[in-house]
């Protein structure tokens, strides 16, 4: 079965200061990946997803960009912190071909002071 | 805008009761639905998936779809307080090999021992 890994678990960054966020999975090959954002009281939002190396597509404008350098491996960044990007920041994964079933990581809380 | 609509609860029920979990979306060309339970602090993990209209069970879990009035619901049998968290009603919107899900904001339910 497959295991989506997410770091760090927590971060803690002043405004201005820029991000990288880790997801890295296992296996499992070709995965469709998904970066989705959960801020305090409100639901899920997708934020990006890739169908492959160099294939993101953005949901929502926003001062975020993700890439994915390897099959395996998604990143979501940003230049300068808002204090709105606070939230519970979740990968998912689903496989590209067959059920659209979407399986979650541990996530990161990222909170911006 | 489609939208995926829950009530946000709280929703409490006595240990050994039955728990209704409801859920109503608005775009009619949905065809994946999908229940999700996420504990405090956690991320989200699948309860199960539902595809065609009627009952889909899965031990003391059974989901129920019904595509021609726009909801989908999840009963919860012999409730237990480890069942305590909030639960999440998620829609495919997306076709083709994009599978890009629509949540809810979720319902919190209690399980009072």
């Known amino acids: 079965s497959q295991t989506i890994h997410q770091w760090p678990a927590t971060l803690v960054q002043p405004v201005g200061s820029p991000l990288s966020l880790e997801c890295t999975v296992e296996g499992t090959s070709n995965p469709n990946l998904y970066w989705y954002r959960q801020a305090a009281g409100r639901g899920l939002q997708l934020l990006f997803y890739?169908?492959?190396?160099?294939?993101i597509s953005s949901e929502v404008p926003q001062n975020l960009s993700a890439s994915r350098p390897q099959d395996r491996q998604f990143i979501l960044s940003s230049k300068k912190l808002l204090l709105s990007d606070s939230g519970f920041y979740l990968c998912?994964?689903?496989?590209?071909?067959?059920?659209?079933?979407?399986?979650f990581g541990p996530g990161t809380r990222l909170t911006v002071l | 805008q489609k939208e995926v609509e829950q009530n946000s609860g709280p929703l409490s029920v006595p240990e050994g009761a039955i728990a209704s979990l409801n859920c109503t979306y608005s775009?009619?060309?949905?065809?994946?639905f999908f229940w999700y339970r996420q504990y405090s602090g956690k991320s989200p993990e699948l309860i199960m998936s539902?595809?065609?209209?009627g009952d889909k069970e899965d031990g003391r879990f059974t989901a129920q779809l019904n595509k021609a009035s726009q909801y989908v619901s999840l009963l919860i049998r012999d409730s237990q307080p480890s069942d305590s968290a909030t639960y999440l009603c998620a829609v495919n919107r997306g076709g083709g090999s994009n599978y890009k899900l629509t949540f809810g904001k979720g319902t919190l339910l209690t399980v009072n021992p």
């Open positions: 539902i595809y065609s209209n």
């Open positions: 998912a994964l689903s496989w590209s071909s067959g059920t659209d079933t979407q399986y």
């Open positions: 890739s169908v492959g190396i160099g294939q």
């Open positions: 775009d009619r060309g949905s065809q994946s």
